[in-house]
């Protein structure tokens, strides 16, 4: 029963999009409330190619639903769902930053190897944000079964402060939450996905720490070894490929690091890391149990200096008579207006299908 309600209207303006992926669309957009209060804003909508599919639209509702109780400085935070003329949206934290994906090109177009101690931390940080997320229960304090099943380059961004985000909620399962057909259908990407993903077997938590084991591969040598040609090829290699010897592949790679990613990237159940707070652990001890290691504060300034000037300062925030005068010359619009001006005959909004970069 509520002490009283406050009935409000949030009014989003989309400023740019920041992002068109497989099944969504990310915007940056401005939040208004009163008296020129303002707060920027990511506002995810999924795709018009699976806008009808009444089974991806469920995932959008569950995923927001789920992660907006998942607050954690590792995770990228959910702040509302809304909807308008038929279209979800999500609005969440925006990251200034880039996802791993990004992140892995820029070293590559600039010659540049990520430092080692730097891609433990990243990944550490991973293993932070899904030992929160794995031990996250329900108001009665039973245990989600919280399983991301999508932990990869994409799914992972760096801000430019330094900070590490895991986002994309969009396949998780959780009891109760998201639609789940495991066993018939694989969830995530194929070249990050964990042997018993790939097998089509019900995973649980540990499914993600394999995932995390292959990023911090991905990082360390600059490639992914389980990526084939194809989607299939990947799915194969994730339940075939002998785990190499990292120390052969990539010299920077110590007994213990090595070890770390041999237990990650068990295919054994047994042999893999039991949890998050595990894998946690030991990334965090091998990167500072000899004394000053990285932060998010020498990440921080390795990717503003990678990305120099491409890398965006946050906008200066105009004086509200400027603010004005730059409104009227930008096109503005609320989430709404777009829908109105931009649906087809069916109330479909033309822009959802706008899109081109189906990956
Ligand atoms: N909150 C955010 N702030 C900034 N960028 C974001 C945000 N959410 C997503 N992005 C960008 O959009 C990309 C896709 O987002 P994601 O949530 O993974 O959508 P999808 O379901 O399409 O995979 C991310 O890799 C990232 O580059
Ligand atoms: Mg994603």
């Known amino acids: 029963m509520a002490l009283f309600t406050i009935q409000d209207e949030f009014r989003y303006e989309i400023t740019h999009k920041i992002y068109e992926g497989g099944m969504g669309i990310v915007y940056e957009a401005e939040q208004h409330g009163a008296r020129e209060f303002v707060k920027r804003v990511a506002i995810k909508v999924i795709r018009q190619d699976y806008a009808n599919q009444k089974q991806f639209i469920e995932n959008f509702i569950g995923e927001a639903k789920l992660a907006v109780d998942l607050i954690h400085t590792n995770i990228v935070q959910t702040y509302h769902l809304g909807e308008t003329n038929g279209v979800y949206f999500m609005a969440m934290e925006l990251i200034r930053g880039v996802n791993l994906e990004q992140f892995a090109q820029q070293l590559a177009d ?13 990944v550490s940080r991973v293993a932070r944000g899904l030992a929160y997320a794995h031990a996250k229960t329900d108001q009665h304090g ?71 084991g292959v990023v911090l591969a991905h990082l360390l040598l600059g490639r992914n070894i389980f990526k084939g040609a194809t989607a299939e090829e990947s799915r194969q290699q994730m339940m075939t490929l002998p785990i190499p010897d990292f120390r052969a592949l990539d010299p920077r790679v110590d007994d213990r690091l090595n070890e770390i990613l041999h237990r990650a990237l068990a295919r054994d159940l047994d042999l893999r890391y039991p949890s998050g707070e595990e894998l946690l652990y030991d990334l965090e001890h091998y990167i500072y149990h000899s004394g000053y290691g990285p932060t998010n504060e020498t990440l921080g300034k390795f990717i503003r200096e990678l990305f120099g000037p491409a890398c965006p300062q946050p906008p200066a925030r105009p004086s509200p008579a400027a603010r004005s005068i730059s409104k009227a010359s930008r096109t503005l619009l609320t989430v709404s207006d777009w829908v109105r001006a931009h649906s087809g005959k069916a109330g479909i909004p033309r822009w959802l299908i706008a899109s081109s970069t189906l990956d």
Not at 113 to 121: D, G, N, Q, R, Y
């Open 110 to 122: 600039r010659r540049r190897k990520l430092p080692k101690e730097l891609a433990v931390f990243i």
């Open 142 to 212: 039973k245990p989600l079964g919280l399983v991301h099943r999508d932990v990869s380059f994409k799914n992972i961004m760096i801000a430019f402060e330094g900070d590490v985000k895991l986002m994309d909620f969009g396949i998780a399962k959780a009891r109760g939450f998201l639609v789940d057909n495991e066993g018939e259908m694989v969830a995530g990407k194929a070249d990050y996905m964990s042997p018993e993903q790939a097998n089509f077997q019900i995973t649980d938590q540990r499914s993600d720490l394999f995932s995390a």
